[in-house]
């Protein structure tokens, strides 16, 4: 694909954008005092040399109360220089600079904090003052001076924050706003606050720089706004004189996902377009947004002006330089996982990321270095953390050999993308399987490591990323001796063996809630067919939607734990479960399994005995531990290799650790 919309520049008012490329606000946990930081700096600055267009940074607290403690704020002159900084260096590098004037209202959880009522917040749980008349103007006035603070550090815009389910929201909200003045009750009294704002901030700043607004596309919460009235805001915000409109999915406590994997790229673009048909101003698209490709396709189709690109920008900082230079091949494409960013912006950690182990470590990390003492390095494993330990290590001149037993790519993570909703998962192997290529890495598949194979290799240094093998509970009739067909949840997704009718996954963990999403869809219309069956009404269309959302298995899932997925980060495995619960998925937990035999499973639950019979296929996700015998037998006998283990095979956890090890393992060769 060319790529002739995407480095169209951007016209704001009288900015000019360089391209259609947005990094958006977003937390990244790297400030506790509300500045700018070197840090921070080093983390943009790399966005800015990999020719994003335009950085909008925050959200910065026009206000403490509005605030939290690890947000950027912008409520106090002591604060611009920090900006100040930080706009020279990004103009330096040719990206365009937007502060986000931020105010949480309720969602803040701050002692003080306020709201439009005092209504209790389903995010914080707890009820917030309601702003008096008086009060509301000081907020805004709040916004207005941290608007010029914006200015005077010299930023070329400001964006007012209408989305997520902040304070615009609550005013905006049927349900957070009970108000009986002239702020509450119609749409147009619910418009007010917003539309106050608006102009007072254009008053002050808006001769001189621009000012957008960040909006909800739709809330996804039951009685609050939908996309209908999204499209009427923005029409309100237009004419009240707004330069940009910047459009973003729900609030933060919706049960719609937003940003997980399992949203499909660009899905929340339409939401976008539902907006611009309403307005004559740049609009911008927003969440899962990861591809290149996928961004040009949004512009060509004019769902949007402009592409969002927030944690696809955390994945590979020169994802823009590389598209313009037609090295698809070479971007690391954030895979929606949110292992390092939202689950560790909601434990109070600071960003990283999964597939780049650089980010928040920029200005520590240097790739261009290359190593005064070649080593030959062999990897043996070719999963995540394995491939991660060889791409660096080529990278900084080390002659590097990977052996593989298997035939493919990607050891446990080769089949994690064959559930629903974990497609992306692919584009790792994807792009582990270029860099092999262009960088010339020696890649030996179908080979079983010995220590008599290692040796013949002569290395300087071993990498063992050798993953897990399965733990098999000691149960009667699990191995399939009483007459019950029961397999390996990785073999099954091999697509080897068939799913009889009736299947019971054994583990609730992530593994195990993923195989019986992908169990419960087997048989079911894939969209193809369903087009077709729709197309020549074959069937009534409300039939054609039932099977081609859900397939013809009858699962259950079966835990020896209380509680499903409890090692999932937050922000995915409510969701897992609220698909399990769509699908019919059924759940017997508390359950301490006694025997397989033939159809039946016998178990007991709260100290009851049960059994669950007719079972048709029995599924085994249960627990793992660490291939590492060879390793601890190289350790032993073979002193004089430098010897690293990686990942799954050194303690299992998630692919983060994997790849992040394999990183670290192959930047230190020197250094050991």
Request: hydrophobic share 40%; aromatic share 8%; charged share 25%.
């Amino acid at each position: 694909m060319k790529f002739v919309k995407l480095f169209e520049p951007l016209k704001i008012k009288n900015l000019e954008v360089r391209n259609r490329i947005v990094m958006p606000a977003m937390a990244l946990n790297f400030s506790r005092d509300g500045g700018i930081n070197d840090k921070i700096i080093n983390f943009y600055r790399e966005r800015a040399k990999g020719e994003v267009g335009l950085i909008i940074i925050g959200g910065a607290g026009v206000e403490p109360r509005g605030g939290g403690p690890t947000m950027f704020a912008i409520h106090d002159d002591k604060y611009i220089p920090g900006y100040t900084q930080f706009a020279n260096e990004m103009h330096q590098h040719g990206a365009k600079t937007v502060v986000q004037l931020y105010h949480a209202g309720a969602y803040s959880g701050m002692p003080d904090m306020v709201s439009a009522s005092a209504v209790m917040s389903n995010l914080t749980r707890r009820v917030p003052k309601e702003l008096t008349i008086e009060e509301i103007k000081v907020v805004q006035e709040n916004h207005a001076k941290a608007a010029e603070r914006a200015l005077k550090a010299g930023f070329d815009g400001v964006e007012l924050l209408g989305s997520a389910g902040y304070l615009i929201n609550q005013f905006l909200s049927p349900i957070t706003n009970k108000r009986t003045d002239e702020y509450g009750g119609s749409l147009e009294n619910r418009l007010r606050y917003p539309l106050e704002l608006i102009k007072l901030v254009k008053d002050r700043v808006g001769a001189k720089m621009i000012v957008g607004m960040r909006v909800a596309g739709d809330d996804f919460v039951p009685g609050s706004n939908s996309y209908k009235e999204s499209a009427i805001f923005a029409k309100h915000y237009a004419d009240a004189g707004i330069d940009y409109i910047n459009v973003t999915g729900g609030w933060h406590e919706t049960r719609i996902p937003q940003i997980p994997m399992m949203v499909p790229q660009g899905a929340y673009a339409y939401l976008a377009e539902n907006i611009r048909n309403s307005v004559n101003i740049p609009v911008f698209s927003s969440n899962r947004i990861n591809s290149p490709t996928v961004a040009e396709q949004i512009l060509r189709d004019q769902m949007a002006d402009a592409v969002c690109m927030g944690r696809a920008l955390i994945a590979d900082a020169y994802l823009p330089l590389k598209t313009r230079e037609a090295r698809l091949w070479d971007i690391r494409k954030c895979v929606g996982c949110n292992q390092g960013c939202f689950d560790h912006i909601f434990t109070g950690k600071s960003v990283e990321c999964m597939r780049n182990y650089v980010a928040s470590r920029e200005g520590k990390i240097n790739l261009d270095k290359k190593t005064e003492t070649p080593m030959n390095v062999l990897i043996i494993g070719a999963g995540p953390g394995g491939l991660e330990a060889a791409r660096v290590a080529k990278i900084l001149g080390h002659n590097v050999t990977i052996i593989e037993k298997k035939n493919a790519l990607g050891g446990q993570a080769n089949l994690s993308w064959v559930p629903p909703g974990r497609h992306d998962i692919k584009e790792i192997m994807e792009y582990y399987s270029a860099q092999i290529e262009h960088l010339g890495i020696n890649l030996e598949l179908g080979k079983e490591a010995d220590a008599n194979l290692i040796s013949k290799y002569n290395p300087d240094a071993v990498i063992f990323a050798t993953g897990v093998k399965y733990v098999i509970p000691d149960i009667p009739g699990i191995d399939g001796s009483l007459g019950s067909e029961i397999y390996l949840a990785d073999k099954i997704l091999e697509g080897d063996y068939p799913i009889g009718k009736n299947v019971v996954v054994i583990g609730g963990s992530a593994t195990g809630m993923e195989t019986a999403i992908w169990a419960a869809e087997l048989g079911a219309l894939d969209s193809e067919v369903a087009k077709f069956i729709s197309f020549y009404e074959l069937l009534p269309q409300e039939e054609v939607f039932k099977r081609w959302l859900k397939g013809n298995r009858n699962v259950t899932v079966m835990d020896v734990l209380p509680k499903l997925g409890m090692s999932i980060g937050r922000t995915t495995r409510g969701f897992l479960i609220g698909q399990l619960t769509k699908l019919g998925i059924d759940t017997i937990l508390d359950a301490k399994i006694t025997r397989f035999e033939g159809k039946t499973i016998e178990y007991e639950q709260n100290s009851e005995k049960k059994k669950l019979e007719g079972i048709d296929t029995v599924i085994l996700a249960t627990g793992v531990e660490p291939n590492s015998d060879l390793y601890e037998k190289l350790k032993q006998t073979s002193p004089s290799y430098k010897i690293y283990r990686v990942g799954d095979c050194k303690n299992p956890r998630t692919m983060m650790e994997a790849i992040h090890e394999g990183f670290e393992a192959a930047y230190g060769l020197d250094k050991k």
